[in-house]
């Protein structure tokens, strides 16, 4: 039983789509993540939900917007897709925000926009 | 702002050697210091963490890593190299002990040649 699922796990896309990558997790976490990891596997932040509220928003497009709808899901929709948009996106779960550290990652999604 | 910085992007060893990743930390409090791996189209996993108790650290997989603030290190060692362990390894921080705060390194990749 796959503890943080990622849905789909391969999308390739046009630039100026819009495309939806959705997450669970059942491990009864409050937080949930979203991560970018670049062509260079250089791993950031994007946002970090906690009991369905936005906790952490980084400098990210607001062509990109989460949403999450119960603790256990937490989804990420793209607008007017970019070719810098091109990378995996990571799910990921903790306990609670003040968690010492440990996050629990789906597989990812890689995104490749033409 | 906190930051590790990883030597080496790529790493190669024979299988049975001895396998070490650098990892130096930038800071002025006590962090919290922590090893993730990432195996080909995988998400990443724990292998282990710091949280100021004991300077070595054991993880899983016959890893351990060994907290030296006068260096501001956290090196990652594992005495014999086997063929399981090439996958990408992170080093990330945390100045509050959160998940919600953590910092990633940009990665080594580990190859583990016969």
């Known amino acids: 039983d796959t503890a943080v699922s990622q849905t789909p796990k391969y999308l390739v896309t046009q630039m100026g789509n819009d495309k939806s990558i959705k997450c669970e997790q059942n491990?009864?976490?409050?937080?949930m993540y979203w991560y970018k990891q670049d062509s260079k596997k250089f791993l950031k932040i994007m946002f970090s939900?906690?009991?369905?509220?936005?906790?952490i928003n980084e400098t990210v497009p607001n062509r990109f917007s989460p949403k999450s709808p119960d603790k256990a899901h937490l989804n990420l929709h793209i607008n007017s897709l970019e070719l810098g948009d091109s990378a995996v996106y990571f799910c990921?779960?903790?306990?609670?925000?003040?968690?010492?550290?440990?996050?629990?990652f789906g597989e990812g999604s890689r995104l490749t926009v033409l | 702002a906190q930051s590790v910085t990883q030597l080496g992007s790529h790493v190669s060893v024979s299988e049975g050697a001895l396998v070490l990743l650098r990892c130096n930390y930038s800071?002025?409090?006590?962090?919290?210091l922590f090893w993730y791996v990432q195996y080909p189209n995988q998400g990443l996993q724990l292998l282990l963490k710091?949280?100021?108790?004991?300077?070595l650290v054991k993880g899983i997989n016959g890893f351990e890593a060994e907290f030296k603030k006068s260096e501001t290190s956290f090196h990652l060692t594992k005495p014999s190299a086997h063929m399981s362990d090439a996958a990408e390894y992170f080093c990330?921080?945390?100045?509050?002990?959160?998940?919600?705060?953590?910092?990633f390194g940009t990665g080594t990749r580990l190859q583990v040649t016969l």
């Open positions: 939900y906690n009991n369905k509220e936005l906790i």
């Open positions: 491990l009864g976490h409050d937080t």
């Open positions: 990330a921080v945390s100045y509050t002990g959160t998940a919600s705060k953590l910092t």
């Open positions: 800071s002025s409090v006590p962090p919290y």
């Open positions: 990921a779960s903790s306990h609670s925000p003040t968690d010492t550290g440990e996050l629990f």
């Open positions: 710091y949280t100021s108790a004991a300077t």
